[in-house]
């Protein structure tokens, strides 16, 4: 057992863009103070107006997850660190039937065909019964090429290999 805050998350690549008119959406740009090979991530995220820092360990399903809010002049003070480990996109929250949220992300800059959705839960169990919807495509949760840190390094090359 651990007394580390815990993320128990599937993230999936999207098959076909759902209807997102009224979704409340913000716009993300993060990056990775750590590089991808680290096993542990620290990353510094704004997403609108709100900024942060979190560090991340682990790999698949279930990983620990620690988050803090910053300043704007912090955010800014650490950014330059994150240089070459950069990721935007912009990001949908939204509701599935059975009561779960998703986080839709669709990508920009060298990312800009890729599109992803994730979703959090309150268990293993919970995440291992989870029927995805028909949006959804395939399962990438544990290909670690698809996590952001992973993507925050990838070329136009590497990505067209992702998304063919």
Known sequence: MTDRPLEIERKFLLRILPDLDGVPSA???QGYVTSSEDSIEL???QSDKNHFLSIKGGEGLVRSEREVAITAAQFEALWPETEGRRV???RFKGGLPG???YDLDIYAGTL???MTVEVEFPSEAAAEAFVPPDWF???VTLDKRYRNKALAV???EMLAK???
Do not use: A, F, N
Request: net charge positive; aromatic share 0%; glycine share 12%.
């Open 27 to 29: 716009e993300i740009r």
């Open 43 to 45: 990353r510094l995220r």
């Open 99 to 101: 009561g779960q949220t």
């Open 88 to 90: 935007e996109k912009t």
């Open 162 to 164: 992702l998304t063919g």
């Open 112 to 114: 800009k065909s890729l």
């Open 154 to 156: 990838v070329d136009s």
């Open 137 to 139: 495509g395939m399962d």
